[in-house]
């Protein structure tokens, strides 16, 4: 049940700037509804990077940072570095399916 | 710090009944938030299971009610999953999760998942 559209990859070198977008629509996303964003390592527990769109949780590096608009989210992450070689993952709530939803996921890859 | 983790059996046979078991450690369950389940099919993105308080109120995801069933064991700070009728498609890695919310809000804390194939 994946609503939430991400692109499959991105990739940037050591130091660059990549963002990652989110797409949704009116149900979710469009309506108002938070977003958080995960960071996973397969094989590891996933980590909560973004809270409420824009929060960071306080171990979470200002690298990460959230933002919304429209039907839109996106996580943006500076100064890329070699540790956030990983996937990420959206997640908001559907008001038509009712129910907590993530996106596709996205590979990133650190060239 | 707040650390689940799953355990369970690793293959279960088509029709058969998946249970898993998410021991909470770090925090008392019967303290608040809401306890959940997340599964993740091979090469496919996360689906939200269920979700329960330490109440015993249960949330689950329309999709599996039929066959969906978690419970709470506040004495033993752990929480179960028990999905029946199994079939290949429930073949997925299954997580843990605390969350601050029955159906919305995040997922704080997450165990590294559990690898559950269906197969005979």
């Known amino acids: 049940q994946s609503v939430l559209t991400q692109p499959p990859s991105v990739s940037g070198a050591p130091g660059q700037r990549v963002t990652i977008s989110c797409t949704g629509s009116g149900s979710n996303i469009g309506t108002g509804y938070d977003v958080h964003w995960y960071q996973h390592l397969p094989g590891t527990a996933p980590k909560l990077l973004i809270h409420d769109t824009t929060n960071r949780p306080s171990w979470i590096p200002a690298r990460f940072s959230g933002s919304k608009s429209g039907i839109s989210a996106s996580l943006a992450i500076t100064g890329l570095q070699a540790e956030d070689e990983a996937d990420y993952y959206c997640q908001s709530f559907d008001s038509g399916l009712k129910i907590r939803v993530f996106g596709t996921g996205t590979k990133v890859t650190v060239l | 710090q707040v650390q689940l983790q799953e355990s369970g059996p690793g293959l279960v046979k088509p029709s058969e009944t998946l249970s898993l078991t998410c021991v909470v450690s770090g925090y008392s369950i019967s303290s608040g938030f809401y306890w959940g389940w997340i599964r993740q099919p091979p090469g496919m993105g996360l689906e939200w299971i269920g979700t329960i308080y330490h109440s015993g109120r249960t949330y689950y995801n329309p999709s599996l009610t039929s066959r969906l069933s978690i419970s709470v064991d506040t004495s033993k700070n752990q929480f179960s999953l028990k999905l029946s009728s199994v079939t290949a498609a429930d073949t997925a890695v299954y997580f843990c999760?605390?969350?601050?919310?029955?159906?919305?809000?995040?997922?704080?804390?997450w165990g590294q998942g559990t690898l559950v194939t269906v197969s005979s």
């Open positions: 999760a605390r969350t601050d919310g029955a159906v919305r809000g995040r997922f704080d804390f």
